[in-house]
């Protein structure tokens, strides 16, 4: 038997949890995800960006709710994951996308900004990835949990070393959940992106440098945020990729693979 796109990659009866999703790519995941069936529950730390978002997924039909979490402040993790279950129960879709950057040479990078950086990117993943997790097994539901790493994780950058090791510690931190976690159904993959237009880069992209980078990438182009679409609904369907566990996907125009002139 063929199951057909739509029933394969429908995520209704499912409940996802997004960080990160007041602006950029976490606000598009949400979007997504919700457009596709799922409950979703909207976490960041801007109160009015969620409420907007939660009203935009409802008038396309969909069903969200919001809940204020700051993935740095290890000790509200917990609180905020009660919060979360309260409108629709367990996620059983973690999309574990909180992040920041932070441009600095390896001799000037302050150790404020160091600790931001592991603060998010790195222990934020770990915790909020823990919690979920933790949830998820005394729920008893199968699960997907997706990571949000970078290219930067693959390969490395001049002024963006903090990031790059959150980022590389990611992908690890991926493998290491998906053998674990395998036991009790849950999957855990990551998706690596490329440059894509956020908050997060938009104020490089308009400079020179920025610019010049463009040529690079061998699309030319850096990417939108639906330019992710698919790989997200791959991962979070357990239809489509109940088999998929550990894996990180790279997309990114070919960024990766060479540079382009
Ligand atoms: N855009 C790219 O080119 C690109 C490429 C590779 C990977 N990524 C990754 O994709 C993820 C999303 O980035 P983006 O491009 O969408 O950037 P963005 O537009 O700046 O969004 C970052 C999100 O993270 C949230 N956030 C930051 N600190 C937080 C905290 N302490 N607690 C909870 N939420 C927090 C922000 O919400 P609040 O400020 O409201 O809390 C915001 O919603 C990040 O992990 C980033 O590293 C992006």
Redesign the pocket.
């Given at each position: 038997m063929i199951t057909k796109a739509e029933e394969l990659f429908s995520l209704q009866g499912r409940v996802a949890l997004v960080?990160?999703?007041?602006?950029?790519?976490?606000?598009r995941f949400a979007r997504v995800l919700a457009a596709h069936g799922a409950k979703v529950v909207v976490?960041?730390?801007?109160a009015d960006?969620?409420a907007e978002l939660v009203k935009e997924i409802e008038a396309d039909g969909g069903t969200a709710a919001a809940v204020e979490?700051?993935?740095?402040?290890q000790a509200s993790i917990a609180g905020s994951f009660d919060e979360a279950e309260k409108p629709f129960g367990t996620a059983n879709i973690l999309v574990n996308?909180?992040?920041?950057?932070k441009r600095g040479s390896v001799v000037e990078f302050s150790p404020e900004d160091w600790r931001a950086i592991m603060?998010?990117?790195l222990d934020?993943v770990w915790y909020v990835g823990q919690e979920s997790a933790r949830r998820m097994i005394a729920a008893n539901v199968a699960g997907s949990i997706i990571n949000?790493?970078?290219?930067?994780g693959r390969r490395v950058a001049a002024t963006m070393a903090g990031?790059a090791v959150t980022?590389a510690a990611v992908i690890q931190m991926t493998r290491s959940m998906a053998v674990e976690l395998a036991r009790n159904n849950i999957r855990v993959n990551a998706i690596?992106?490329?440059?894509?237009?956020?908050?997060?880069?938009s104020a490089f992209f308009d400079t020179d440098q920025g610019k010049a980078m463009i040529d690079f990438i061998p699309q030319r182009r850096?990417?939108s945020?639906s330019d992710l679409d698919g790989t997200l609904l791959l991962m979070a369907s357990d239809n489509a990729a109940g088999f998929m566990t550990g894996s990180t996907i790279t997309v990114d125009g070919g960024h990766v693979l060479a540079f382009a002139r």
């Open positions: 960080t990160g999703a007041s602006s950029g790519l976490g606000h976490a960041a730390r801007r960006k969620l979490m700051d993935v740095s402040d996308n909180a992040g920041i950057a603060d998010v990117n934020g949000i790493a970078s290219i930067l990031y980022k690596a992106p490329g440059y894509i237009l956020t908050d997060i880069n850096i990417g945020p």
